[in-house]
Antibody
């Protein structure tokens, strides 16, 4: 399994962060995987943000801290999933990772990470 | 949310030393605990899942133990390639949460 991240690294406050994670070696609608977004910053450490997964239908879970601003969407046509975080501020500055979970919460595969900086 | 703590926050040991890191959960998480290694500038790498099960391809120098709220990660004989930060992570409840990390250096 390989995960390839893409997306811009510099945003201004109040803009929308959009990142994509392309999957190779599995399909986004796999019934045994969950597709996650995690971020890492010096102030907050490693922080799980949310996930999407398919079990006869699509499900999403989000961390309370970002739930009102975040959307994770699967794209079966491109075999990828995306993160959208609205109204970013300086506290959203972090390295963002996508990660695959095949074990109910164990992140076996990770993307390469994307440094996202929010600055005016 | 379940809070994860780790100790020490950093350590320095000699090549060949036995190194032990502890992780404590704020409530009972059974054995739903993972350990990751993160080398500088790299993504984290899963080492141990279910508190004590070695991920495929991971060296047997690494081991984990514990259940409930108290867990231990051990490097049996520290090697230069083990220089990294190590994180525990619980998956008993959402949100999934990580410990703050333990940075391991060579003395």
């Amino acid at each position: 399994i390989q995960l390839q991240q893409s997306g811009p690294g510099l945003l201004k406050p109040s803009q929308t962060l959009s990142l994509t994670c392309a999957i190779s070696g599995d399909i986004v609608s796999s019934s045994s995987a969950a597709w996650n977004w995690i971020r890492q910053s010096p102030s907050r450490g490693l922080e799980w943000l949310g996930r999407t997964y398919y079990r006869s239908k699509w499900y999403n879970d989000y961390a309370v801290s970002v739930k009102s601003r975040m959307t994770i969407n699967p794209d079966t046509s491109k075999n990828q999933f995306s993160l959208q975080l609205n109204s970013v501020n300086s506290e959203d500055t972090a390295v963002y990772y996508c990660a695959a979970d095949y074990g109910s919460g164990s992140f076996s595969f990770w993307g390469q990470g994307t440094q996202v900086t929010v600055s005016s | 949310d379940i809070q994860m703590t780790q100790s020490p926050s950093s350590l320095s040991a000699s090549v060949g030393d036995r190194v032990t890191i502890t992780c404590q959960a704020s409530q009972d998480i059974s054995s739903f605990l993972n350990w990751y290694q993160q080398r500088p500038g790299k993504s984290p790498n899963l080492l141990i899942f279910d508190a004590s099960k070695l991920e495929t391809g991971v060296t047997s120098r690494f081991s984990g133990s514990g259940s409930g709220t108290d867990f231990t990660f051990t490097i049996s004989s520290l090697q230069p390639e083990d220089i990294a930060t190590y994180y525990c992570q619980q998956y008993n409840n959402l949100p999934l949460t990580f410990g703050p990390g333990t940075k391991v250096d060579i003395k």
